[in-house]
T-cell receptor
Framework: GESVGLHLPTLSVQEGDNSIINCAYS??????FIWYKQESGKGPQFIID?????DKRQGQRVTVLLNKTVKHLSLQIAATQPGDSAVYFC??????FGSGTKLNVKP | GAVVSQHPSRVICKSGTSVKIECRSL??????MFWYRQFPKQSLMLMAT?????????EQGVEKDKFLINHASLTLSTLTVTSAHPEDSSFYIC?????????????FGPGTRLTVL
């Protein structure tokens, strides 16, 4: 089965700084990865996705990097804002979620 | 577009009762819906995949007789927690799959908080 995990449970950053959230996976058969954001008491919200044939994809203020060699992906958030405070999950093949990283943005 | 709703948003029930949770795709048809549960400060755990007009596919360790799933239409899936007990207290989240020509994306409902007394 799929095993997706995150390196750090909590990340604190200063408002305006860049944030990097990491995720490791074990199943190399995954052909699709997604980053989700979940605010307290709410359902997950899609942020950005990346296919396995890509190594980088950029969105608005967010960039996802995929390193298939070491089975690692990261989410970079530029100019982090207080509204970015949430738990971030990566998911492989859309169904299996990592344990989540809580992002705290300090004003 | 691509909005998924859940009802109720919060429910408190006595042990031994059954609780039904509805998941609706409001502006699109979803042939596949997914049910997750989430314990506090933990990740989402996939419980089952619900396909319209057929039996749900349950993940290992999830009791299908305990968690009844019905996907009677392309916009509605229901999860019934039968004979609920306090250990069933959790945050239940559904998602609906929207297929386009180039992608297949999941849209999540806002979740249902179940508390069993």
């Amino acid at each position: 089965g799929e095993s997706v995990g995150l390196h750090l449970p909590t990340l604190s950053v200063q408002e305006g700084d860049n944030s990097i959230i990491n995720c490791a996976y074990s199943n190399s058969a995954s052909d699709y990865f997604i980053w989700y954001k979940q605010e307290s008491g709410k359902g997950p919200q899609f942020i950005i996705d990346i296919r396995s044939n890509m190594d980088k994809r950029q969105g608005q203020r967010v960039t996802v990097l995929l390193n298939k060699t070491v089975k690692h992906l990261s989410l970079q958030i530029a100019a982090t804002q207080p509204g970015d405070s949430a738990v971030y999950f990566c998911a492989g093949n859309k169904f299996y979620f990592g344990s989540g990283t809580k992002l705290n943005v300090k004003p | 577009g691509a909005v998924v709703s859940q009802h109720p948003s919060r429910v408190i029930c006595k042990s031994g009762t059954s609780v039904k949770i509805e998941c609706r795709s409001l502006d699109f048809q979803a042939t596949t819906m997914f049910w997750y549960r989430q314990f506090p400060k933990q990740s989402l755990m996939l419980m089952a995949t619900s396909n319209e007009g057929s039996k749900a596919t349950y993940e290992q360790g999830v009791e299908k007789d305990k968690f009844l799933i019905n996907h009677a239409s392309l916009t509605l899936s229901t999860l019934t927690v039968t004979s609920a007990h306090p250990e069933d207290s959790s945050f239940y989240i559904c998602s609906a799959s929207l297929e386009t020509d180039s992608d297949n994306e999941q849209f999540f409902g806002p979740g249902t908080r179940l508390t069993v007394l």
